[in-house]
């Protein structure tokens, strides 16, 4: 588990990389209630940055729905984490 920056300010809270090197990127946006680019723009950069080696990201955040930005980056509720 990993945290990302880069020096012209892009930063994602939780970056994980599999043995095979796949990556995913996990924003945690607790007091957001509605989310939009900007929020997905540290993602949207790592995704860039690991290029064939991007698996996914995803934004947990305190709405309520499910919000695709891409085929492979999502605003994801947090309270999904524990629900059934």
Known sequence: MFYW???SGNEVDIVLQDRA???V???VK?????LGSRDVRGLA????AAGKNWLRGIVLYSG??????SPNLH?????RLWSE
Request: avoid cysteine; aromatic fraction near 4%.
């Open 5 to 7: 920056r880069t020096a």
């Open 21 to 23: 090197g796949r990556v």
């Open 25 to 27: 990127g996990i924003e």
């Open 30 to 34: 607790a007091s957001a209630t509605t």
């Open 45 to 48: 950069a790592l995704a860039e």
């Open 64 to 69: 309520a729905e499910v919000i695709p930005f």
């Open 75 to 79: 605003a994801v509720p947090i309270t």
